[in-house]
């Protein structure tokens, strides 16, 4: 996470130019996608990227099981190309990175409200890039998307002090096209919440550590939810206000090393249910990065699917 008590947004990291794209099917937020042959939460085929490298190099069999994922510094490792195709960066018009975001539909995308609030009250631009693993690159991952915002949605209830309500949800002007690296993920029940202990995975492409730097890579962290009680003890224990959860967040991480950071803000968070990915979480703030017994904060998608799907269901033009 970030600073102390702040939201996990990070200075605007310049990116190189790119060509922004429009077109794709259809959106859709259920798991099955009507007509198509995609589903929702499915990461990117392991087995075709392994046999690709296999192919290419008859030598990089042992490279790819032992040595293609790369540590990180506030733990986790850099996530394959592809592999979380539901991951997108915010980008500003000058196309400097803003934070992360999940793609929920061929033209919707869910961050944080924190991420976006500025920049809506300046009148600037917003894009989301899909499909990109690294942002760096010049020419963006194959099969990377930019397309701009149409109209930002940010809950009525967010209040910016607190954080919470830290939701926001942005309709696309065009639709993302679904393909090996773009992909849709799922959305949970209302009201559903993860069980403590259980371990889901955050990624984004910030801070590698409380000071950077940021390698603008999709990278990952596998955190444990934390209950209500034990988050706010610990949190309580290195703020001097009085932390009091509220009812749109909960907690995950609290482990030494192994965090989401600065930069990562708005990203998901998924937990696994029989082979498909859900959206449990967005990162929202925190204290520093990868401190022992001081979790993070997320926004708990699962209160928002009724706001969520009204402003779909009315906007889905």
């Known amino acids: 996470m970030v600073r102390p008590g702040t939201a ?3 200075p605007p990291q310049q990116l190189p130019p790119q060509q922004a794209t429009s077109s794709g099917p259809r959106p859709s937020v259920h798991r099955p996608l009507p007509n198509s042959k995609f589903v929702c939460g499915v990461k990117g085929n392991h087995r075709e990227l392994r046999e690709l490298s296999v192919i290419e190099n008859d030598n990089a069999t042992t490279t790819l099981s032992s040595g293609f994922r790369q540590a990180r510094v506030v733990g986790g490792n850099d996530a394959l190309p592809g592999e979380y195709c539901w991951q997108v960066a915010l980008i500003n018009s000058l196309n400097q990175y803003l934070c992360g975001g999940a793609l929920i539909g061929t033209q919707w995308v869910l961050t944080a409200a924190h991420c976006v609030t ?3 009250r300046s009148g600037d631009a917003i894009y989301v890039r899909v499909g990109d693993h690294d942002l760096t690159s010049r020419y963006g991952s194959p099969g990377a998307q930019t397309l701009r915002v149409a109209t930002t949605y940010i809950h009525h209830n967010h209040n910016s002090q607190t954080l919470d309500n830290d939701i926001a949800l942005l309709k696309l002007q065009g639709q993302a096209e ?7 993920i799922c959305l949970p029940s209302r009201g559903s919440v993860p069980e403590t202990g259980r371990r889901c995975t955050v990624t984004g492409y910030g801070y590698m550590g409380e000071t950077g730097p940021i390698p603008l890579r999709v990278r990952e962290a596998d955190v444990p939810i934390v209950s209500e009680g034990e988050c706010v003890r610990q949190i309580n224990a290195v703020t001097e206000k009085i932390f009091i959860m509220p009812a749109s967040s909960f907690c995950a991480g609290g482990e030494a090393g192994n965090d989401a950071c600065q930069g990562d803000g708005g990203g998901p968070l998924v937990c696994e249910d029989e082979g498909y990915y859900e959206l449990s979480g967005l990162v929202s703030w925190g204290f520093g990065c ?28």
Do not use: D, E, M
């Open 290 to 317: 990868g401190r022992a017994q001081v979790p993070g904060v997320y926004v708990k998608v699962s209160s928002f699917i009724s706001w969520i799907n009204q402003i779909i269901s009315v906007n889905n033009v």
């Open 8 to 10: 996990v947004a990070t």
């Open 178 to 184: 679904l393909k090996p690296g773009v992909c849709i």
């Open 118 to 120: 500025n920049i809506v």
